[in-house]
């Protein structure tokens, strides 16, 4: 792991900390993907989360947000580690936020995070953002609380090839502003074109909707597997 003072190298400090993985997977779209990239393994690591948290407030400190939110549950760390990294770059105080999830809709139900979100100027930050379809929702969430949204800004940015997948995200996610601090092309598909399931090569339960494909699916040749256990 790379020292504070040297440039953050993050995809290596995610290969590092174990948290790209390969193997036959089913993400939250269903999609059915090669790899994926989870943070259990990096959110508990304080000293490279607080220096991933900086990077990715950082673009936006001359963009006067008073608050940053996130989509739970993964998000809450991030919203936490962010807000705190903001507050030591700018001299006014940040307030971080998220959106609880409740099936696929989010809302920001928490005690006093409604009025938190109502008149301010709102970052919203993710670590992996695929399809975008979390951090739209909660896009919608801050609006509707009455919070203006002054960007987006993500850890990974992970293009799965699918159709419209290379328009710009600021125009995907309709946010004045995108950053990402690193982008991964790693392809995802439908069960049906997966060359994995033709392959009957055995799924994770423990990552994405791997569980959820087993219970639909419980004859799979493949058979399943656990990668974090």
């Not at 590092?16 to 959110?43: N, R």
Request: hydrophobic share 40%; with cysteine.
């Amino acid at each position: 792991m790379s020292s504070g003072n040297e440039p953050l190298d993050i995809k290596a400090e995610l290969t590092q900390a174990g948290a790209i993985l390969e193997g036959h997977m089913v993400l939250t779209t269903g999609l059915h993907s090669p790899g994926y990239i989870c943070f259990d393994s990096v959110y508990p690591e304080v000293d490279l989360m607080m220096r991933i948290a900086r990077a990715l407030v950082e673009p936006f400190r001359d963009e006067h947000f008073d608050v940053v939110a996130a989509p739970g549950v993964g998000g809450i760390a991030l919203a936490i580690y962010a807000g705190v990294a903001a507050n030591s770059l700018v001299p006014y105080p940040v307030k971080p936020v998220w959106a609880d999830k409740h099936g696929r809709e989010f809302s920001l139900g928490r005690m006093g995070f409604q009025g938190y979100v109502s008149g301010s100027r709102v970052l919203v930050v993710e670590d992996v953002i695929t399809s975008g379809d979390s951090v739209k929702r909660v896009l919608n969430k801050v609006e509707e609380a009455g919070g203006t949204v002054v960007g987006v800004s993500a850890v990974c940015d992970r293009n799965d090839g699918r159709p419209g997948s290379n328009v710009p995200r600021a125009s995907q996610l309709a946010v004045p502003r995108f950053e990402a601090m690193a982008k991964f092309d790693i392809p995802a598909v439908p069960a049906w074109d997966c060359e994995l399931c033709i392959l009957e090569q055995a799924i994770a339960t423990d990552l994405g909707h791997g569980a959820q494909f087993e219970e639909d699916n419980p004859n799979y040749k493949g058979g399943y597997i656990s990668l974090l256990s």
